[in-house]
C-alpha cells in the first residue's frame, strides 16, 4: 500500500497550488532539479511533491521566473508540473546505468529522469534526499503513474465533484457537440445534406449500440431496423456533404466469420444496403476499405514511439550527435511518411468528390480510428468551416468524440495496455499541422493552438478525451449522478479554453492572417474574429469564387445524370488508373492559385512534410533561433496590422471630424525582446551561445573602446 | 515563402530593347509583320516568326528549329524549339512573352547554361557532348538539362518533319561548342544595353578604381589602413584586384617583398573592419620555395599582425570540404532534384543527406558563426589563411561579415560584399563553374548563396534582399550578358573591358554620342539588374519582412499595388498608402508630438 497518508496541506508550501478534490500523496525536500542550457548543466534546489494529479517541482528561487517570463502560462499545469498522464516514462539511474523504472522497486536510484507524453525531460537527482523520503516518492511517483487504474479513479471525477457546487462555466463557445439531434440536423442544414440524410434517434439510451452515438445521420430512405440488426455494423453513417450533393460516409465493417451460412447472411445484408444507397438521387459510391492497403494501427504506434526518441534528449552532447544523422534518423522513423499517407488518402477521397462527383463510403473495423482520421482531414481540406477555429472543434467532437474514438485506449490513460496505444489523435493533428505550415493564410488558428491541443490530451480535467465513447462517459456520469447527487456531475470541456489560459494567452491561438470569407452564409458564421480584421478590408488577391457552388450547377448535374442514366451501381474499386487521375487532380489544383475559402491541398512532395518544430522542438534549448524563424516574419506582421489597423482609425475620426483631433502619430511600437522561434514555447532558456545576429549597426554602440570593454551575450568558445 | 520551390528557376531575357526594328530584322533575317507601335509593343512582340515570337536581343540569329511538344509536365505543350547563337528555347504556340510575366522565359535556355544534351529515339539514347559527336538517328525527343537545374523535355512531332528534328539537334550540339570554344559569353547581348545606358553608373563600386576602395575603407572606418596601389599593373598578383587595403606603416616595396612569400603573391590584405578594432584579414598559404631573409620575416608578421599584438591565425581549410568534396555533393543534389529524379518520397530525407550538401553548408555556418564571435565580442584580429585564398576564404570572410554587420545584410551591402569578397578578390568563376572544362570544378559560389540561404531562412527579419533575390543571382551565374561572373580573375575582366567597350561603339541610328571607350563605369556588371529582370521583379527582390529600422535608405522605392493581400507586402502597401494620407491630413506633425499610445497588441506586449 502507498502512501496515501494525508499532511496538513495549509501547513506545506504556499507555492504548491492545488486544484478542487486535489490530494498531496508524497514530498521529498532538497532535490535538484536539473536545468538545460546548451552545453552547461546547472541545478536548483527544491521540493519534489506528487499528488493524484500531478507531479510537481517546487523550486527554492521560483520568484524570479513567475513574473514576466510567463506570459504563456498555463493555469492548470505550471511550468515543472507534470500530469500523471503526461508521464511517458521513468528511468532510473544507479551508479551511472540508466534503467527503466516499473513495478516494485528493490533498490532506489539516485537520479530520476521522466520523460514527458509532451516531450519534456525531467532530470531529479535524489543523492541529497533523506533515503525514506527517496523511497516514498519513487514509489509514489512509479505507482501511480504507471500502474492500472480503474475509470473511476480518474481526476476527472474528484475534480467534478469538487467543483460540483460551482456554477459551471459557460464551455461551449460556438463549438457544436454533437450529443443531441439537433446538433445533427444543424450540420445536415449547414452541408446541404438534409435531402439525402436523416438525423435518427434509433440509439438513444444507447439501445443499440454502445460504440455508435445516442443520435447519428443515415441516408434518408435506410431502415431504421436495419440499424440494429448488426449492432450498427454494416450501416453507412453520414460524416458529411460536399456542395455538389456528394457525401463522405463510414461504416464499421461486419464482424469476421468463417461460417459461410452466416457470410451469405452478411452479404445479403450488404447487398440491401447498397442497393439503398446506390438508387438515385445518390451519387455513385466508391469504398474505400482502410483496413487494407492502407496504414495499421501497429505501424503508427511503432513510428511514433521512434520518433520520439529523437526530442526525448537528455543532454546537448545527445543532441549533436544524432544531429550529424538527423535526416536519415528522422527518415528510418518513418513517421513523416505515415503523414504523407495520410494527407495522400485524404486527397485521393477527394479526388473522387470533387473530380468524380462520387460519394465515399470508409470501411474500417470500428470505424473509429483511421476513419475518423481520414473523414476529418477530408473536411479540413474541403469545408473552409472547419478550418475556423469553432468549425475545427466541431468537427474533433463530431468525428472524434461522439465518433467513438478509443481516446482512453490510445492514450492509455489508465495504463491498461501498451499494445493500445497508439497516438492516432496525435497523428491527426500533425497532418493538420501540415497543411496550417503550408496555408497558414486559410486557418483561424495557429500551430500554437494545435500544439496546447496536443497537450491537453493529458490533463484530466476535461472529459474530451478521456473516454472511449459517448456511452461510456454517459453511464459513468449517469451513475455517479444518481448515487452521490440528485444532479449528474458536469465534467468540464477542452474547448473552454479559458480554463487553461488567460484571455492575452488565448490571443496567440487566433491567426493575426486569416480573413474571414467575405461573404458568409448566415448559418455558416459562428467563429469569433478579432475585430480590428474586418476593419482592415484588406481583399485577397485571388479571389475566385467556386464555379461548382450554388443551387442551380447542383440542380442541372443532377438532371444531366438522371436524364443520361448513368446510375451504375456497381462498386468501383480503386485501381492504377485512378493513380492517374489522382497525379492529374493534384497537379491541376497546384498549378492554380490557392481559394483559401476553397478546396485546400497539401503539398505531399518529399521535402514538403515538415517536422512539427514548435511542438517537437521545444524544449531543447539547442534547436531554438533567437530572434528568427516564423516569429519574427509574424510578430512584424502583427506590428503592422496593428499599425495599419490605428491608420485606419484615424482616417475615420478624420473624415467625420475635419476640425481635427491633436495630431497623435502612430506609435511605432515594436518588440524589443527577441522572440525565440519557438515561440511562445522555450522562453525560459535564456542563455544561448549561438551568436545572434546583431541588429543595429555598431556605430550606435559608442566608441571602439567602449565596445572593447563589453561582455556580450556571447559564450566563451574557447581558441578556435 | 510565397514564391520559388523546387525546381523552379528564373531566367529572364533582356528587356531594355530599342524599337529599331530594321536593324533587329537584319540581324535576325526575318521579317516583322506590323511595324511596332510603341516600345512596350517591341518587347511583347520582338519577332514575329512563323507565327512565334522571340523577343530577342541583337546580334541573336536563329540557327535552327523544329516543331515539337514539351513533355515530362502536365500539360504537354505544342511548340517550336529553336536554337540559336545564344540560346535554345521552347516557344509554347500562342504563347506571347508580355512584359508583366517575363518569368515565363521558364523555357530559356543560355549555351553556357546547358550542362548535358540527350537525344532519344525508341531505340537507343545518347548522350552528344561534342560538336564531332554524330547523331546517328533521328531523335525523337531532345532532353537539355540545365546547369541550374531544370529540364527541359521536347518530343519531336513525326509526319515529314524529321530533318528539321535532326537539323535543331545538330545545331545545339554545334552552338553549344562554339561558345565555349571560343569563350565569346559577352558581349553580343550587350551591345545594346550599352548603347541605351551611356554613361550610366553602376549600381554598386565596382572597385576598380582607387577611390572605391578609399570610399568603403572610410566607410569601415579603418583607419589604421590604406589603399595600396602596388599591384595597378597586375605585376604583384594576376588574380588580386588592382588596389587593395594595407596597413598605413607598411609600405608599398615592403607590400611588394612581403607578398612574394605567398602563394600566387596573395599576401595577407584587410578584409572587413570591425568597428569595435578588431580586423578580419585574408591571404594565401606562404609560399613553399620562398627563402625569407629577417627583414622579409619582419614585413609579413607586421603585415599580419597589422598593429594589434596578437592575432588569430585561421587555417580556412581545416573543417571545411575540399573542392571535390563540394563538387560531387553539388552533382548528387542536382541529380536529387531534377525532375526526373528516382528517388522515391519517402527515401528523400535520406537522399539529401546522403548528397553531405547540407553538411558542407552546416561546417561553413558554424566556421563562420565561430570567427564572428572571435571578431566582434571578443574583439580578436583573424587571419583567413587558404594555399590558393580563392575560394573558402572569399567565402569565410563573406558569412562572417553578414553574421555581424547588419549593413552587409542590406542589398547595396551584400551586393558589394559579393563584389569585393568574390568578383574583386578574384575568385576563380570560370574555372569553378566549369565553364571552361577545366578541372577544379567546384560551386563554392552557390554554396555560399546556399549559406545565404540558410540565414535567410533562420533570420527572416534581418535581411533587406530576399530568397528571390538570392536565385536570381544564382541565375545570372551563368547567364552570358556580363562580365562578373564569366572570367576568372580581374586582371583578365580588365583584359576584356578594352574588347567590351567597343561593342559599345557600334553605330546606331538614334545614338549619336556612344560612350567613349575611356569610361570603366560604363562596363554592366551583373548588379544592373534592370537589364534582365522587370521592376515588378526587382520589387520581390525586397524582402517585404525586413525591419526597416535597420536600413536607412532603402534601395528600392515601394510601389503601391491595387491589391493586397494579408501578407507583410499587402500590409506595407497600405500602411504607406494610409501614411500618405495621414501626411496629407496632418500637414505639420513633429516627431515631438509622437505620444506612445497603449499597445493593445499581445504578441507585442507580451514580449516586452
Request: charged share 25%.
Amino acid at each position: 500500500e502507498i502512501h496515501t497518508n494525508e499532511k496538513e496541506v495549509t501547513e506545506k508550501e504556499v507555492t504548491l497550488h492545488l486544484l478542487p478534490g486535489e490530494q498531496l500523496l508524497c514530498e521529498a525536500s532538497t532535490v535538484l532539479k536539473y536545468v538545460q542550457e546548451d552545453s552547461c548543466q546547472r541545478g536548483i534546489y527544491g521540493k519534489l511533491v506528487c499528488t493524484d494529479f500531478k507531479i510537481a517541482f517546487l523550486g527554492d528561487d521560483e520568484s524570479a521566473l513567475d513574473s514576466d517570463e510567463t506570459q504563456f502560462k498555463n493555469k492548470i499545469i505550471g511550468e515543472n508540473d507534470i500530469t500523471l498522464h503526461c508521464v511517458d516514462q521513468i528511468y532510473g539511474v544507479f551508479d551511472e546505468k540508466k534503467k527503466t523504472l516499473f513495478g516494485q522497486l528493490k533498490k532506489y536510484p539516485e537520479k530520476l529522469i521522466i520523460h514527458c507524453k509532451d516531450l519534456r525531460v525531467f532530470h531529479f537527482c535524489l543523492r541529497y534526499t533523506k533515503e525514506e523520503e527517496v523511497k516514498r516518492i519513487v514509489s509514489g511517483i512509479v505507482h501511480h503513474t504507471l500502474a492500472t487504474k480503474r475509470l473511476k479513479r480518474l481526476f476527472l471525477f474528484s475534480y467534478a465533484t469538487a467543483v460540483h457546487s460551482n456554477t459551471p462555466t459557460n464551455p461551449k463557445n460556438h463549438t457544436v457537440m454533437f450529443d443531441t439531434l439537433e446538433d445533427w440536423c444543424w450540420e445536415l442544414e449547414r452541408t446541404k445534406g438534409s435531402m439525402k440524410y436523416k438525423a435518427v434517434s434509433v440509439n438513444e439510451g444507447y439501445k443499440v449500440c454502445e460504440r455508435l452515438p445516442a443520435y447519428f445521420v443515415v441516408p434518408a430512405p435506410l431502415p431504421e431496423e436495419s440499424v440494429s440488426r448488426f449492432q450498427g455494423h454494416g450501416i453507412p453513417i453520414w460524416c458529411w456533404s460536399y456542395h455538389n450533393g456528394c457525401a463522405l460516409l463510414k461504416m464499421s465493417a461486419l464482424p469476421k466469420e468463417q461460417d459461410d451460412g452466416i457470410l451469405q447472411t452478411h452479404k445479403n445484408f450488404l447487398d440491401g444496403i447498397y442497393r439503398v444507397i446506390h438508387r438515385p438521387p445518390y451519387e455513385i459510391v466508391k469504398t474505400e476499405d482502410l483496413s487494407s492497403n492502407f496504414l495499421s494501427l501497429p505501424d503508427i504506434q511503432t513510428a511514433y514511439s521512434k520518433f520520439k526518441q529523437l526530442f526525448l534528449i537528455d543532454n546537448s552532447t545527445e543532441f549533436w550527435d544524432t544531429d550529424i544523422k538527423w535526416f536519415s534518423l528522422l527518415e528510418s522513423s518513418s513517421w513523416l511518411d505515415i503523414i504523407r499517407r495520410c494527407l495522400k488518402k485524404a486527397i485521393e477521397v477527394i479526388e473522387c468528390l470533387d473530380a468524380q462527383n462520387t460519394s465515399v463510403l470508409l470501411v474500417e473495423e470500428n470505424a473509429s480510428d483511421l476513419c475518423c482520421l481520414v473523414s476529418s482531414l477530408v473536411q479540413v481540406m474541403m469545408d473552409p468551416h472547419c478550418r475556423t477555429r469553432a468549425g475545427f472543434q466541431s468537427l474533433v467532437q463530431k468525428e472524434w468524440v461522439a465518433g467513438g474514438h478509443c481516446f482512453l485506449d490510445r492514450c492509455n490513460h489508465l495504463r491498461q495496455s501498451d499494445k493500445e496505444e497508439v497516438p492516432v489523435f496525435l497523428l491527426f493533428l500533425d497532418c493538420v499541422w501540415q497543411l496550417v505550415h503550408q496555408h497558414p493564410p486559410a486557418f483561424e488558428f495557429t500551430e500554437t493552438y494545435l500544439t496546447v491541443l496536443s497537450d491537453s490530451l493529458y490533463i484530466p480535467i476535461f472529459s474530451t478525451f478521456f473516454f472511449n465513447s459517448p456511452h461510456q462517459k454517459e453511464m459513468n456520469l449517469g451513475r455517479e449522478g444518481q448515487d452521490a447527487h440528485s444532479t449528474p456531475l458536469h465534467l468540464l470541456t477542452v474547448w473552454d479554453w479559458s480554463v487553461q489560459f488567460e484571455s492575452r494567452a488565448q490571443a496567440l491561438l487566433q491567426n493575426p492572417l486569416y480573413v474571414e470569407k467575405p461573404k458568409l452564409d448566415k448559418g455558416q458564421r459562428k467563429g469569433t474574429h478579432l475585430k480590428h480584421q474586418r476593419q482592415l478590408s484588406l481583399p485577397l488577391t485571388q479571389s475566385k469564387s467556386s464555379p461548382k457552388r450554388g443551387f442551380f450547377r447542383e440542380e442541372t448535374d443532377h438532371l444531366i445524370k438522371n436524364l443520361l442514366g448513368k446510375r451504375i451501381s456497381k462498386l468501383i474499386n480503386y485501381s492504377d488508373e485512378l493513380q492517374d487521375s489522382f497525379r492529374e487532380f493534384y497537379d491541376s489544383w497546384h498549378s492554380k492559385p490557392a481559394d483559401y475559402h476553397g478546396l485546400l491541398l497539401p503539398h505531399i512532395e518529399g521535402p514538403e512534410i515538415r517536422v512539427w518544430a514548435q511542438r517537437y522542438l521545444r524544449w531543447i534549448p539547442e534547436a531554438q533561433i533567437l530572434g528568427g524563424g516564423a516569429v519574427a516574419m509574424t510578430s512584424r506582421l502583427v506590428g503592422m496590422m496593428e499599425e495599419v489597423r490605428s491608420l485606419q482609425e484615424k482616417i475615420n475620426e478624420r473624415h467625420h471630424h475635419q476640425t481635427a483631433l491633436p495630431a497623435e502619430a502612430p506609435s511605432l511600437l515594436r518588440s524589443s525582446a527577441r522572440l525565440s522561434s519557438l515561440f511562445p514555447f522555450a522562453l525560459l532558456q535564456r542563455h544561448s551561445s549561438k551568436p545572434v545576429l546583431p541588429t543595429s549597426g555598431w556605430k550606435a554602440l559608442g566608441d571602439e573602446e567602449d565596445l572593447a570593454r563589453r561582455e556580450d551575450e556571447f559564450v566563451d568558445l574557447g581558441e578556435v | 515563402m510565397w514564391w520559388g520551390g523546387r525546381g523552379q528557376s528564373f531566367n529572364i531575357a533582356p528587356q531594355k530593347e530599342e524599337p529599331e526594328m530594321g536593324e533587329l530584322e537584319e540581324d535576325l533575317n526575318l521579317s516583322s509583320l506590323d511595324p511596332p507601335v510603341s516600345e512596350e509593343w517591341v518587347y511583347t512582340c520582338g519577332q514575329h516568326w512563323n507565327g512565334h515570337n522571340l523577343a530577342s536581343p541583337v546580334g541573336e540569329q536563329i540557327l535552327a528549329w523544329a516543331p515539337g511538344v514539351r513533355k515530362g509536365l502536365e500539360p504537354e505543350l505544342p511548340g517550336t524549339l529553336i536554337c540559336t547563337n545564344l540560346r535554345v528555347t521552347f516557344q509554347p504556340c500562342g504563347w506571347q512573352r508580355r512584359q508583366e510575366t517575363p518569368l515565363s522565359s521558364d523555357y530559356d535556355f543560355a549555351l553556357v547554361n546547358i550542362g548535358q544534351l540527350e537525344a532519344v529515339s525508341s531505340l537507343s539514347r545518347v548522350q552528344l557532348h561534342r560538336p564531332g559527336s554524330l547523331l546517328k538517328f533521328i531523335p525523337e525527343e531532345i532532353l537539355i538539362h540545365g546547369r541550374d537545374f531544370r529540364l527541359l523535355r521536347v518530343g519531336f512531332e513525326a509526319g515529314g518533319l524529321e530533318p528539321q528534328a535532326f537539323q535543331v539537334t545538330m545545331a545545339i550540339v554545334q552552338a553549344r561548342a562554339q561558345s565555349s570554344q571560343t569563350q565569346q559569353y559577352s558581349g553580343i547581348t550587350l551591345s545594346k544595353a550599352g548603347q541605351s545606358s551611356g554613361s550610366r553608373k553602376s549600381p554598386i563600386p565596382l572597385l576598380e578604381t582607387p577611390e572605391d576602395w578609399e570610399t568603403e575603407r572610410k566607410k569601415q572606418g579603418a583607419n589604421s589602413w590604406r589603399v595600396s596601389l602596388v599591384n595597378e599593373r597586375f605585376d604583384v598578383a594576376t588574380s588580386l584586384p588592382r588596389y587593395f587595403w594595407v596597413p598605413n606603416r607598411t609600405l608599398d616595396s615592403e607590400v611588394r617583398r612581403a607578398f612574394g612569400h605567398f602563394h600566387q603573391g596573395r599576401g595577407p590584405r584587410l578584409s572587413w573592419h570591425h568597428p569595435g578594432g578588431s580586423d578580419l584579414l585574408r591571404c594565401g598559404g606562404f609560399y613553399t620555395a620562398s627563402d625569407p631573409n629577417k627583414e622579409d620575416i619582419r614585413s609579413v608578421e607586421s603585415m599580419l599582425q597589422a598593429g594589434h599584438s596578437d592575432v588569430v591565425l585561421v587555417d580556412t581549410m581545416d573543417e571545411l570540404p575540399s573542392l571535390a568534396d563540394v563538387q560531387l555533393a553539388h552533382l548528387r543534389l542536382r541529380a536529387l532534384c531534377l525532375p526526373d529524379s528516382s528517388v522515391s518520397e519517402d527515401k528523400w530525407l535520406s537522399a539529401l543527406e546522403g548528397t553531405r550538401w547540407l553538411d558542407y553548408v552546416r561546417s561553413c555556418l558554424r566556421k563562420a558563426s565561430d570567427i564572428s564571435v572571435l571578431v566582434t565580442s571578443r574583439v580578436r584580429s583573424v587571419v583567413l589563411q587558404e594555399r590558393g585564398d580563392r575560394d573558402f576564404n572569399g567565402l569565410l570572410s563573406s558569412l562572417v561579415q553578414l553574421l555581424s554587420a547588419p549593413e552587409a545584410r542590406t542589398l547595396l551591402g551584400f551586393q558589394s560584399l559579393v563584389q569585393r569578397e568574390w568578383v574583386a578578390a578574384g575568385h576563380p568563376f570560370l574555372t569553378r563553374l566549369g565553364v571552361t572544362g577545366v578541372s577544379e570544378k567546384a560551386p563554392v559560389f552557390l554554396l555560399f548563396l546556399d549559406c545565404v540561404w540558410q540565414l535567410l531562412q533562420q533570420f527572416p527579419a534581418e535581411f533587406e534582399f530576399s530568397e528571390f533575390f538570392l536565385l536570381a543571382l544564382h541565375d545570372s551565374v551563368r547567364v552570358p550578358d556580363t562580365l562578373t561572373f564569366l572570367r576568372d580573375n580581374p586582371w583578365e575582366r580588365g583584359k576584356q573591358s578594352g574588347q567590351f567597350n567597343s561593342y559599345t561603339q557600334v553605330y546606331t541610328p538614334g545614338y549619336s554620342h556612344p560612350p567613349a571607350g575611356n569610361s570603366i563605369n560604363s562596363q554592366l556588371s551583373v548588379w544592373d539588374w534592370d537589364l534582365r529582370y522587370s521592376n515588378e521583379q526587382i520589387l520581390q527582390f525586397h524582402n517585404p519582412g525586413y525591419d526597416p529600422e535597420h536600413c536607412q535608405d532603402s534601395w528600392l522605392p515601394r510601389q503601391q499595388r491595387g491589391l493586397s493581400a494579408p501578407t507583410i507586402t499587402g500590409l506595407q502597401d497600405e500602411l504607406s498608402r494610409l501614411q500618405e494620407l495621414i501626411k496629407k491630413w496632418t500637414p505639420r506633425t513633429s516627431p515631438e508630438d509622437r505620444s506612445q499610445k497603449g499597445d493593445p497588441n499581445p504578441i507585442l506586449s507580451q514580449s516586452r
